[in-house]
């Protein structure tokens, strides 16, 4: 049975980590998006895997006697909503220190590799009031491995048949 080192929970988890380091009181503020029928968080920060794709190709390495490791570098397209009166500093926030060595140094499972854009995006509410919200569009790395059976062979022997 084959099994996948990382997925993309981890790199929620991690994520929402990286934001609790820079903001301790969001602890109920920071959530994973699809979460149906559940109304925001005031001041929320929606986190939501736009992405992935492979920047190469695989690497296998094989552990005899049973067992092969398929890695690749996967770069993942991550959005960040920011919600209400918080919203335009805690986007700034973590646009400036996403790739900076504050974000590679505390992220340990995945790397920031760039902010593709911050915009404001204000949207009308269920009272048809405006809100404020800035999405921020993050790139990041991580390099999953997929580990699976594999036979090997110990010995091999030819047998070489004469001509006829």
């Known amino acids: 049975m084959a099994q996948l080192s990382l997925d993309h929970q981890e790199l929620y988890r991690e994520i929402r980590l990286f934001l609790l380091g820079l903001f301790p009181d969001a602890t109920m503020q920071i959530i994973q998006s699809t979460q149906n029928n559940q109304p925001l968080p005031e001041n929320a920060?929606?986190?939501q895997v736009l992405f992935d794709s492979n920047m190469d190709?695989?690497?296998t390495t094989y552990n005899p006697p049973n067992e092969a490791m398929v890695q690749n570098?996967?770069?993942v397209r991550v959005q960040l909503d920011f919600y209400g009166p918080m919203a335009e500093s805690r986007s700034r926030i973590v646009a400036n220190l996403?790739?900076?060595y504050y974000g590679t140094d505390n992220m340990e499972i995945c790397k920031p590799l760039y902010v593709?854009?911050?915009q404001r995006h204000p949207y009308i509410n269920d009272s048809n009031q405006y809100e404020d919200r800035f999405i921020l569009d993050l790139g990041l790395q991580y390099n999953p491995t997929v580990t699976h059976a594999q036979d090997f062979a110990e010995d091999a022997s030819v047998i070489i048949r004469p001509e006829p």
């Open 116 to 118: 593709q854009s911050r």
């Open 45 to 47: 920060i929606v986190m």
């Open 98 to 100: 996403w790739k900076n």
């Open 57 to 59: 190709e695989s690497v």
């Open 73 to 75: 570098s996967v770069e």
